[in-house]
């Protein structure tokens, strides 16, 4: 469990979720790929484009 739910309930909640969500996805990303090849360079740049916050704030939202 990773306590998503308590995250509607603290007014920086949204923004910390996000920060969690990108850190995991980098995390994630970085075990399975290697970090000094082309297609880490591209994950990268595609998750530097993702609206992290836009992501919790959804889930926030649905799961309230």
């Known amino acids: 469990d990773m306590g998503l739910d308590t995250y509607e309930d603290n007014p920086h909640g949204v923004s910390e979720l996000a920060d969690y969500l ?3 996805a980098e995390e994630m990303l ?4 290697d970090t ?5 360079s591209y994950a990268m740049a595609f998750l530097s484009d993702v609206n992290w916050y836009e992501i919790a704030s959804h889930y926030v939202e649905v799961t309230a």
């Open 22 to 24: 990108k850190d995991y």
């Open 36 to 40: 000094n090849g082309l297609a880490y």
């Open 30 to 33: 970085s075990i399975d790929t």
